[in-house]
């Protein structure tokens, strides 16, 4: 069993960053790829960013390509996303997720159903 806690979420000014972090409770951390998904109200939750276990490969969505940046860090068992030139549209509660099976047709995890854990959530508002 893997639990994920993150923390970092806030109310931001558009253009801000904030960086959010997700601790996870597992001695297979190095196994684990690590995903960030979020849900805005009336929304379905999306996929946003994800890195793979060893940490060569990450994936986007366009939308935040360029602004945010994910990675893991094995020494410490936490997988952060770095969230820079922040928009309204990317207020939404965000969730850590993390896959020790995936071995899809490409390097890294995308889909919800793709990943087996998952935290809690942490909220981020940005003010325009």
């Known amino acids: 069993q893997v639990q994920l806690v993150e923390s970092g979420g806030g109310l931001v000014q558009a253009g801000g960053s904030l960086r959010l972090s997700c601790a996870a409770s597992t001695r297979t951390f190095y196994s684990a790829s690590m995903g960030w998904f979020r849900q805005a109200p009336g929304k379905e939750r999306e996929f946003v960013a994800g890195i793979h276990w060893r940490g060569e490969s990450t994936y986007y969505a366009d939308s935040v390509k360029g602004r945010f940046t994910v990675g893991k860090n094995n020494n410490n068992n936490t997988a952060y996303l770095q969230m820079n030139s922040l928009k309204p549209e990317d207020t939404a509660v965000y969730y850590c997720?993390?896959?020790?099976?995936?071995?899809?047709?490409?390097?890294?995890?995308?889909?919800?159903?793709?990943?087996?854990?998952w935290g809690q959530g942490t909220p981020v508002t940005v003010s325009s």
């Open positions: 997720a993390a896959t020790l099976t995936f071995s899809g047709p490409y390097a890294v995890a995308r889909a919800d159903y793709e990943y087996e854990y």
